[in-house]
């Protein structure tokens, strides 16, 4: 029998740090070619909402899967998540369904998780100062677990709704809030893009030398996040070049406006935790990591859930 676990049980399973640990390896397998994955399929459902299907077979990990994601960003108004979705896991030598897990928080947890293994391999060591643009799921889940990997002794947000800027600083000791995008970044060691903006939230005269920027949002090709100049400046970095090439409108539109070609393209992520590419090579890169997100990442951290709620006792059989 398949088992069924809720976002409770996905919580009381999943460890931030572990998940970080699981992200460099599906990330890694992911370059490598050990992953069986096609670019994600869209329907776009209205303006700036779509619906996604993201399957991958992971026989490193004994699984395969499917993520079944909606995005709909005009659900914040309605006081609900922007991301909604659930992932079906299936044992890859027979078929059996293993398990139908909610898939929200995975999301929200795995994405910072490959953010962090961003910073490990990209940022400098001695990155102390972090800003984050929004306030919302995707900035709290980078607040803790990117500090998992460096000693930020100063974190700095904002958004574009002053009382929830506010709001997110005053629940940590060490951040505060800035009364502009611009001022947030300045000066940052480490930047996080996570808003819901479909046109540049960050320009790049804004960033200084030798910065690592993380952008995890614009995942459609007519959707921008990241300065175009600040793009063509940075060393690029992806998770998968494939998608890359046709979801990231801040790769595709640049390239379509001659500011870079699709060479301009360093690394997959996971090929420079292989160590086949290399990372940051001086203190003066700046640095970029488009996120796109991976149904590997989904179906890994799937399947670690899946076996320590069997472990836990944790869900409800069904057939």
């Not at 670019?39 to 079944?68: C, D, N, W």
């Not at 994601?69 to 369904?97: C, Q, W, Y």
């Not at 709620?309 to 057939?319: D, H, P, Q, V």
Request: aromatic share 6%.
């Amino acid at each position: 029998m398949a088992l069924w676990l809720n976002e409770e049980n996905v919580r009381a399973v999943l460890s931030p740090l572990e998940l970080i640990e699981v992200m460099e390896r599906a990330l890694a397998d992911f370059s490598a070619g050990r992953v069986a994955q096609p670019v994600r399929t869209a329907i776009e459902a209205a303006e700036r909402s779509f619906f996604a299907v993201m399957p991958a077979l992971y026989r490193a990990q004994g699984v395969m899967g499917a993520k079944l994601v909606t995005v709909f960003p005009g659900n914040a108004s309605r006081g609900k998540h922007t991301h909604l979705a659930a992932i079906a896991l299936f044992d890859p030598d027979d078929g059996e369904m293993l398990a139908l897990l909610d898939g929200r928080y995975i999301t929200e947890a795995r994405t910072a998780a490959a953010s962090a293994v961003s910073v490990k391999y990209l940022a400098r060591v001695e990155a102390r100062t972090l800003a984050i643009l929004g306030s919302g799921v995707q900035a709290a889940s980078h607040y803790d677990a990117l500090r998992t990997v460096r000693a930020f002794e100063e974190v700095r947000v904002w958004s574009p709704t002053a009382a929830h800027r506010e709001q997110f600083a005053a629940a940590r000791a060490d951040t505060r809030a800035t009364a502009s995008a611009a001022e947030a970044v300045q000066g940052a060691d480490v930047v996080v893009v996570a808003t819901s903006s479909v046109t540049p939230a960050i320009e790049s005269a804004w960033v200084k030398d030798g910065a690592h920027v993380i952008a995890i949002g614009a995942c459609r090709p007519s959707q921008r996040e990241v300065d175009p100049a600040l793009v063509a400046r940075a060393t690029l970095v992806v998770d998968s070049r494939a998608a890359a090439l046709v979801e990231s409108g801040d790769v595709v539109q640049t390239i379509a406006e001659g500011r870079i070609t699709a060479e301009r393209v360093r690394a997959e992520l996971g090929e420079i935790v292989e160590g086949v590419r290399a990372g940051r090579r001086s203190a003066d890169e700046v640095t970029l990591f488009k996120s796109l997100g991976l149904a590997v990442e989904d179906i890994a951290a799937a399947a670690v859930a899946y076996r320590r709620a069997r472990e836990a006792g944790l869900g409800e059989k069904f057939s």
